[in-house]
C-alpha cells in the first residue's frame, strides 16, 4: 500500500481518514513515486510538539513534521511505522485551526500538509533560503493543479431543477411563472442541464411543461420521477434525455430520502430496462452506501444520482466531512462499477464546493437554492453565481 495513514485523532472519522489514503496514493503518483511508501500519522499537536523538540529541538508546535526515511536510524521514528519514502506527521489540531482561519474545510488543509510534508521527504525545503522557498512553493502548487486535473477530468454539469417555479405558478393557478422559460433563463446562464420532478399529484410540474420542455430544452433534459405505470407511461412517450427515479411520498415536502434499490431489485431491473428499449438512461437516486450503489449496477442503471441531503443537512463539522466522506466512498464505488455519478439535495451556495471538488461527480442537479436566490438576484445572476462556485471549486 502506496499511503499507509494511520489515524490517532478523534476528528478523523474512518470515512474521511479512507478518503484521504487514497488521495494520497494520487499525489505520490502525481509526484512520479508511485512505487514509494509514506506513512502519514493524523495526531495531536501534543504528540507534534514532542517530536519536533526531540528530533528538530524546536520547543513549538506545528503543522506538520516530515521524517525522511534517511533519518530513520532512531527506534523512536521507526516506532512511527516507517516505510520507503518517510513519515509524515500532521497536527490535525493545528489542521483544524488553520482551516477555520483560511475559511477552508478540513479535508483540504489536509492535503495541502500532505503535500508539503512530502515536498519536504522529497527535500525540499523552503526554511533554506527564499528562492527554495519559492521552488518548494511553485511546486506545491504544480501538485495541487496536476491533483485539480486529475480529479476534473471534465467540467461539472451544472442541472437545474425548475420545479419551484412552477410552484409559484400553482400557488395562483395561473400561467406564470412559467418553468420553462425559466429553463431556457437558466441555459442562457450557463446551465448543461434542465430537471423537473413529476409528481404523481402534480402539484408543480405539469404535463404540459414537460412536454414543451422536451421540445425547447437545449442541454439536457432529465425527468425526475417515481417509478408509477402512469409516470413511466409519460415518460416513455416524451422520451427525455434521462430519467432519474426516486422515491415520492404524497405527503412529503420534497424528496425525503434515496432509493431502496436493493428492496425493490427486480421491480427496477425491469423499469430500466424498459427505459433503456426507448432509448432513455436511468438515473437512481439513491444514499451513499455501498449496498445501495451495488445495487444499481447489479439493476443495469447507467448513473446513479447521490443524496447529498444528509450532507446538507449536518450542523456538525465533524458530521459534515463525514458525510462528505460517504459521498467521496460511494462516488468511487459507483465509477469502479461503471456507474455514471451525480449528486443532488440540499446544495446551496455554501456548501456545494465541497462536493463538486470530489471525484468521479458528474453532475450537481441544484432546484431550491437556486430559486430562492433569484427572487433576490434575478434567475441568470443566481446561476451564474453557481456556476461559478462550482467551475472554482478545486478539491
Ligand atoms: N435531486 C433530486 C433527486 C431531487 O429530488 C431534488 C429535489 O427535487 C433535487 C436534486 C434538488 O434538490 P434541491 O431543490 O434541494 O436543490
Not at 476528528?11 to 494520487?26: F, N, Q, S, V, Y
Not at 447529498?308 to 459507483?334: F, K, W
Not at 455554501?350 to 430559486?371: K, P, Q, R, W
Amino acid at each position: 500500500m502506496p499511503i499507509s495513514l494511520i489515524n490517532d485523532h478523534p476528528a478523523i472519522t474512518p470515512a474521511l481518514a479512507e478518503a484521504l489514503r487514497r488521495d494520497g496514493a494520487k499525489l505520490l503518483h502525481i509526484c512520479r513515486i508511485g512505487s514509494g511508501t509514506v506513512t502519514v500519522l493524523l495526531t495531536d499537536d501534543k504528540q507534534v510538539w514532542e517530536l519536533n523538540q526531540r528530533f528538530r529541538h524546536q520547543d513549538k508546535p506545528t503543522n506538520v513534521l516530515s521524517f525522511p526515511f534517511a533519518d530513520g536510524a532512531d527506534p523512536a521514528v521507526q516506532s512511527l511505522g516507517l516505510s520507503e519514502l518517510g513519515d509524515i506527521v500532521i497536527s490535525v489540531d493545528r489542521a483544524v485551526e488553520e482551516a477555520r482561519t483560511a475559511d477552508t474545510t478540513l479535508y483540504r488543509r489536509l492535503h495541502w500538509l500532505m503535500i508539503h510534508g512530502l515536498l519536504h521527504l522529497l527535500g525540499y525545503d523552503h526554511q533554506r533560503s527564499p528562492k527554495e522557498a519559492r521552488v518548494m512553493e511553485s511546486e506545491e502548487e504544480r501538485i495541487q493543479q496536476s491533483l485539480l486535473h486529475a480529479r476534473r477530468f471534465k467540467m461539472i454539469n451544472l442541472a437545474i431543477n425548475v420545479d419551484h417555479v412552477a410552484t409559484i405558478r400553482q400557488a395562483r393557478g395561473i400561467n406564470e411563472p412559467d418553468p420553462v422559460t425559466a429553463a431556457a433563463i437558466c441555459e442562457l446562464a450557463g446551465a448543461g442541464g434542465i430537471v423537473v420532478h413529476l409528481r404523481e399529484d402534480r402539484r408543480h410540474i405539469q404535463d404540459r411543461d414537460v412536454r414543451l420542455l422536451r421540445e425547447t430544452v437545449k442541454t439536457k433534459l432529465n425527468l425526475e420521477m417515481g417509478a408509477a405505470p402512469e409516470i413511466i407511461k409519460i415518460a416513455l412517450e416524451i422520451v427525455p434525455d434521462m430519467v432519474t427515479l426516486v422515491p415520492e411520498k404524497r405527503k412529503e415536502l420534497t424528496t425525503e430520502g434515496g432509493l431502496n434499490v436493493v428492496s425493490q431489485k427486480k421491480k427496477l431491473a425491469k423499469t430500466i430496462a424498459r427505459m433503456e428499449r426507448a432509448g432513455i438512461p436511468v438515473s437512481l437516486f439513491i444514499d451513499p452506501t455501498a449496498d445501495q450503489v451495488a445495487a444499481a449496477a447489479e439493476v443495469g442503471a447507467t448513473f446513479v444520482e447521490l443524496h447529498t441531503g444528509t450532507y446538507a443537512e449536518a450542523r456538525q463539522e465533524s458530521q459534515r466531512l463525514e458525510e462528505l466522506a460517504l459521498l467521496a466512498t460511494a462516488a468511487e464505488q459507483a465509477d469502479q462499477l461503471g456507474l455514471r455519478v451525480n449528486a443532488g439535495h440540499g446544495l446551496n451556495y455554501t456548501n456545494t464546493a465541497a462536493v463538486a471538488g470530489l471525484d468521479f461527480i458528474e453532475e450537481l442537479s441544484i432546484g431550491h437554492a437556486i430559486i430562492s436566490r433569484a427572487v433576490f438576484t434575478g434567475l441568470e445572476e443566481a446561476v451564474r453565481e453557481m456556476q461559478a462556485i462550482i467551475d472554482g471549486a478545486s478539491w
